[in-house]
């Protein structure tokens, strides 16, 4: 792990993010089946990944992502050690908000090292809204023939909205 090499003093303890997002979801009231379910929607290079105990924040956090560069310097940060609680969130409003088609789609997309904070923060302004108010959510790679768009929702009588 890149932490070891350059804070070290950070890591109080290891794991695999495979065991942090099972003891997330049981901490959260899920059942080992629920937790099952979740894991197997984790995207490969993300299951194989290893998580750190953050000394300061007390949270366990999971390496994935790639330092910033800045001329000819690389920038390291918190952008490549994300909480596992984040991901144990999207995955599980994943797996709750998105419809199959959308979710095979979307969770590819969270495996991109360079772009994996943008595509985490899509499922983060439906972690706090209710699933009884439907929402649509337009996936990524659906936008303009210029590349992939980073994807958003909006409400279900306005599906569609979220083009400019």
């Known amino acids: 792990m890149w932490i070891e090499k350059i804070q070290p003093e950070f890591g109080a303890a290891k794991s695999t993010l495979a065991i942090c997002l099972r003891e997330e979801g049981l901490a959260c009231g899920k059942t080992d089946a629920e937790c ?6 984790l995207p490969p290079e993300l299951a194989a990944g290893d998580c750190f105990l953050d000394r300061l924040t007390s949270f366990w ?3 994935f992502g790639e330092p910033h560069r800045v001329g000819g310097s690389l920038v390291w940060g918190v952008h490549m050690w994300p909480p596992v609680k984040v991901m144990f969130d999207v995955l599980d409003c994943a797996r709750r908000r998105l419809p199959e088609q959308k979710r095979t789609a979307y969770l590819p997309l969270v495996a991109d090292r360079a772009k994996h904070q943008e595509y985490l923060a899509e499922m983060l302004p439906m972690l706090r809204v209710s699933d009884a108010i439907p929402a649509e959510h ?5 936008g303009p023939a210029t590349g992939p768009s980073i ?3 909006a409400p279900q009588e306005r599906a569609g909205s979220c083009s400019t």
Do not use: N
Request: charged share 25%; glycine share 12%.
């Open 138 to 142: 337009e996936v990524a790679g659906s």
């Open 151 to 153: 994807g958003c929702w």
């Open 61 to 63: 956090r999971y390496e």
């Open 36 to 41: 099952d379910v979740l894991l197997a929607m």
